[in-house]
């Protein structure tokens, strides 16, 4: 039975967000988007300079761990007064069904709420199945947003909550 808990990550905790996803990242997005993009998005988002920038400019990532290993990760920044993005959530694929998304989400929703959130947003690829999942968790869909990622296009949903 899984025992899941979160941390806060700091720049210390980068190649543990990178070796999770090394192993989520092309399994995500194999079906959506050509191997070149899944590459160049990679290293655009993920290498440790990138990460650290992140952090520097005000995304909390937060760290699942299943016992003492750790399986997932989370980011969230304030967008505007009352209002969060979640930019990122990825559990490793073998955790998928276990409740650690779930778990993931739940407690990145607790942070931000307790920050003085009261609405999450996040986009999804529009043709990511994990739009399902965030649609149980509550989000709904309120507009679509192309963007362009160097020569490459993400074409997303933008989802909200409410958080109560």
């Given at each position: 039975?899984?025992?899941?808990?979160?941390?806060r990550?700091?720049v210390?905790?980068?190649?543990t967000i990178?070796?999770?996803?090394?192993?989520?990242?092309e399994?995500?997005y194999?079906?959506?988007?050509?191997?070149d993009?899944?590459?160049?998005?990679?290293?655009?988002?993920?290498?440790?300079?990138?990460?650290?920038g992140q952090?520097?400019?005000?995304?909390q990532?937060l760290?699942?761990l299943?016992g003492?290993?750790a399986?997932?990760?989370?980011?969230?920044?304030r967008?505007?007064p009352?209002?969060?993005k979640?930019?990122?959530?990825?559990?490793?694929p073998?955790?998928?069904?276990t409740?650690?998304g779930?778990?993931?989400?739940q407690?990145?929703?607790n942070?931000?709420?307790?920050g003085?959130g009261?609405?999450?947003?996040?986009n999804?690829?529009?043709?990511?199945?994990a739009?399902?999942?965030y649609?149980?968790m509550?989000?709904?869909?309120?507009g679509e947003?192309?963007i362009?990622i160097?020569?490459?296009?993400m074409?997303?949903?933008i989802?909200e909550?409410t958080?109560?």
């Amino acid at each position: 039975m899984p025992s899941f808990a979160t941390l806060r990550a700091s720049v210390e905790d980068i190649p543990t967000i990178i070796a999770i996803q090394e192993k989520t990242w092309e399994p995500t997005y194999r079906d959506i988007l050509s191997k070149d993009q899944i590459d160049y998005m990679f290293e655009k988002i993920y290498s440790p300079g990138s990460l650290a920038g992140q952090m520097q400019s005000g995304q909390q990532f937060l760290i699942l761990l299943d016992g003492n290993r750790a399986v997932g990760f989370s980011s969230v920044s304030r967008e505007a007064p009352g209002k969060f993005k979640l930019h990122k959530i990825y559990v490793l694929p073998a955790t998928q069904g276990t409740g650690a998304g779930k778990y993931l989400l739940q407690e990145t929703e607790n942070y931000v709420k307790a920050g003085g959130g009261k609405v999450l947003s996040l986009n999804v690829n529009r043709y990511n199945k994990a739009k399902a999942f965030y649609e149980k968790m509550g989000f709904r869909v309120v507009g679509e947003r192309d963007i362009p990622i160097g020569p490459y296009w993400m074409n997303d949903y933008i989802l909200e909550k409410t958080l109560n």
